[in-house]
């Protein structure tokens, strides 16, 4: 990630202008007097949460980020703003090395490669005859065609090497696949194969719906593992991306709450029955990473986990992520003999719903 993004990750734009600007609701946007021109009569600024951007319509007709906020509030230059909104987010800034360029490239290559991968194997699920069983996995999960084509399901070929040929033929190397974890290498014999095998794929994008990753099901009775995700690499990490979050954005913030399931499938089956604020967890329990970017969209989260006992516990250590993460803030009570208290309250609502022992969102939908 850009030092500017982790930046704008961590600080939220309706958070740092409140602190100047008097702000007030206004649909899916904030509204105030514009503190950069003479503006008292109509509210000509606006704050948009969602892409974390604000413009002033008025006199100014100009916008931006949390940046050009700052470096426009305090005359400063971009270097001033960065160094200011970097100690704010406690973020550490790196001297810029020449590099850079070549890791760019580098990321940007992967990122095509990725995007290729994930129209093959949809391609395969789609159209090739050993694809069957995975077509009929999908049609007893009574998925649709919609969901299908929305969520790109793929299919990797019960084969050793057919994706790795297939990309080496397109120009990419092995030290390609290996880095986004296509394929994989056994350390002892130096052997590389593919990792993905006769099994289900659904991409995981990112935030902006470029694909990063994989999660693979395995289409064999009793495959072990039920579940093969891809390894953490420079694309992929697991602790920050939440599963359907590029498709359900805009949704959490019309419904003003994030129903949080966990698995895949999960989110699918909502998806279909119309429910599109739902994302799944990438691993066993919420992070700090996760609930800072779904805190952009809403201060509402559902958790809709498993009731099992695995459920239970990554419920409960979800929670305690949670009230570390999520901001508080302190309310003055009076309690039953008159005297002042200070109460710490979370500025967030969270809620869980319970499922029945055994079952999982999914077959309730
Ligand atoms: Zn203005």
């Not at 426009?72 to 970097?86: H, R």
């Amino acid at each position: 990630m850009r030092v500017t993004d982790e930046i704008k990750s961590r600080l939220d734009i309706v958070d740092l202008i409140s602190e100047t600007v008097s702000l007030r609701r206004s649909g899916r946007s904030y509204a105030g007097f514009c503190p950069f021109h003479p503006n008292t009569r109509t509210p000509a600024f606006f704050v948009f949460p969602e892409t974390q951007t604000w413009r002033c319509f008025g006199a100014c007709a100009e916008g931006g980020d949390i940046f050009s906020f700052v470096m426009k509030q305090n005359g400063w230059d971009f270097k001033e703003a960065l160094q200011n909104l970097a100690k704010r987010a406690g973020v550490e800034l790196q001297p810029r090395k020449p590099v850079d360029k070549k890791k760019k490239a580098r990321e940007e290559k992967l990122t095509a490669l990725l995007s290729a991968a994930s129209d093959y194997f949809h391609q395969l699920f789609l159209h090739a005859p050993q694809a069957a069983v995975a077509r009929e996995y999908i049609q007893k999960r009574g998925l649709t065609e919609q969901t299908i084509e929305a969520f790109q399901i793929g299919f990797a070929l019960h084969s050793w090497d057919a994706c790795r040929s297939h990309f080496n033929g397109q120009g990419y190397t092995d030290e390609d696949l290996l880095a986004v974890g296509l394929l994989t290498e056994n350390p002892d014999k130096g052997t590389r194969y593919d990792r993905f095998r006769n099994r289900l794929l659904i991409p995981i994008r990112d935030v902006d719906g470029r694909t990063v990753g994989f999660g693979a099901r395995t289409l064999e009775k009793d495959g072990i593992p039920k579940y093969l995700n891809s390894p953490q690499t420079v694309l992929f990490d697991k602790s920050r991306l939440l599963f359907g979050l590029d498709m359900a954005r805009r949704h959490i913030r019309e419904a003003r709450q994030a129903v949080i399931v966990e698995g895949y499938m999960d989110v699918l089956q909502a998806w279909q029955a119309g429910f599109r604020n739902v994302i799944a967890q990438m691993g066993t329990a919420l992070t700090e990473a996760q609930l800072r970017q779904l805190k952009r969209y809403t201060k509402t989260f559902v958790l809709a986990l498993d009731a099992d006992a695995a459920g239970m516990k990554a419920t409960l250590r979800s929670l305690q992520v949670a009230r570390e993460t999520l901001d508080r803030e302190v309310e003055v009570k009076f309690d039953a003999h008159g005297l002042v208290r200070h109460e710490g309250r979370l500025k967030a609502d969270i809620r869980i719903v319970t499922l029945p022992e055994g079952q999982d969102p999914d077959d309730i939908i």
